[in-house]
T-cell receptor, first 114, second 118 residues
Framework: DVKVTQSSRYLVKRTGEKVFLECVQDMDHENMFWYRQDPGLGLRLIYFSYDVKMKEKGDIPEGYSVSREKKERFSLILESASTNQTSMYLC?????????????FGSGTRLTVV | GNSVTQMEGPVTLSEEAFLTINCTYTATGYPSLFWYVQYPGEGLQLLLKATKADDKGSNKGFEATYRKETTSFHLEKGSVQVSDSAVYFCALSDRGGAGGTSYGKLTFGQGTILTVHP
């Protein structure tokens, strides 16, 4: 069974800390995505990557950066965590195949910044 | 830009009731349309999809038809079960250019919480 694994289900961090959220997929997918999920706002795209070392900003990239050094791993970095970054973070991946539009999502990391 | 609007929730139904969750979209070109479901404590799972006008996606008793003329993709189920309680997201995927980096990005609606009581 294909999988997207997020390293932590729950995290509590302090304001100003540098935070790393890790995502690993085992499907050899080219494209990987980071979304945040907030009540009433749905999922909003933070960053995505279409290849190793390649990245593009999504709709809400401010305060975040990403790293993709290996095809299977896509990391989201909060340079200096703030309370307004308290949220559920979801990682997803998909193949670049034109016939396959489906995303596979991880289970999410619920981050609380105090 | 692309956008998806879902009906306001939460929706509360009794078991075996009929379900409709409305979804409308704004997009350039010819997007693909999706419904995703998120069960408590889990990530999102693809429920169904439609890739062109008049296509009907279906899965687990749920259906949705891609209506280009009304830019809608409403989710329906004839008889809901307690196990259908979840959050439902409507989404669209832009096609982008050939090999373009925007290809396949998903834009989501705000989600609709469904609770089904016995």
């Amino acid at each position: 069974d294909v999988k997207v694994t997020q390293s932590s289900r729950y995290l509590v961090k302090r304001t100003g800390e540098k935070v790393f959220l890790e995502c690993v997929q085992d499907m050899d997918h080219e494209n990987m995505f980071w979304y945040r999920q907030d009540p009433g706002l749905g999922l909003r795209l933070i960053y995505f990557s279409y290849d190793v070392k390649m990245k593009e900003k999504g709709d809400i990239p401010e305060g975040y950066s990403v790293s993709r050094e290996k095809k299977e791993r896509f990391s989201l970095i909060l340079e200096s965590a703030s309370t307004n970054q308290t949220s559920m973070y979801l990682c997803a991946s998909r193949a670049r195949d034109r016939g396959n539009y489906g995303y596979t999502f991880g289970s999410g990391t619920r981050l609380t910044v105090v | 830009g692309n956008s998806v609007t879902q009906m306001e929730g939460p929706v509360t139904l009794s078991e075996e009731a009929f379900l409709t969750i409305n979804c409308t979209y704004t997009a350039t070109g010819y997007p693909s349309l999706f419904w995703y479901v998120q069960y408590p404590g889990e990530g999102l799972q693809l429920l169904l999809k439609a890739t062109k006008a008049d296509d009907k996606g279906s899965n687990k008793g749920f259906e949705a038809t891609y209506r280009k003329e009304t830019t809608s993709f409403h989710l329906e189920k004839g008889s809901v079960q307690v196990s259908d309680s979840a959050v439902y997201f409507c989404a669209l995927s832009d096609r982008g250019g050939a090999g373009g980096t925007s290809y396949g990005k998903l834009t989501f609606g705000q989600g609709t919480i469904l609770t089904v009581h016995p």
